[in-house]
């Protein structure tokens, strides 16, 4: 079982800066591969960015250039950073991870309670 819990979400203006935070419980957290996706009313939840265990990183178009997704294995928690912030990045952001297990290859999705990131024009 893992949990994530996120924060640092809020209102800020256009062009404004945020950084959310997304700790994770377990002691294998350096294992995971971590994303953050958001869901904007009206519309799918979408992929923003992707870290995996090694570091390795992936960005929507949308975001390119603007998010930076990184991690600190020793605290548990993935972090999303977000520069010149737009009106139509206004969303719900969600961390998210799958395990899976190593007998059953089963795969488990786990996500967060999602924070609200509002970006005023």
């Known amino acids: 079982q893992v949990q994530l819990v996120e924060s640092g979400g809020g209102l800020v203006q256009a062009a404004g800066s945020l950084r959310l935070s997304c700790a994770a419980s377990?002691?294998?957290?350096?294992?995971?591969?971590m994303d953050w996706f958001r869901q904007a009313p009206g519309k799918q939840r979408e992929l923003v960015a992707s870290?995996?265990?090694?570091?390795?990183?992936n960005y929507a178009d949308s975001v390119k250039g603007r998010f930076t997704i990184s991690r600190d294995n020793a605290k548990n928690t993935v972090y999303l950073q977000m520069n010149s912030l737009k009106p139509e990045d206004t969303a719900v952001y969600y961390c998210h991870t799958q395990i899976i297990a190593a007998l059953s290859s089963r795969r488990y999705d786990y996500w967060g309670q999602g924070t609200q990131v509002t970006v005023s024009s």
């Open positions: 377990g002691r294998t957290f350096s294992t995971y591969d």
């Open positions: 870290i995996t265990s090694g570091g390795n990183t």
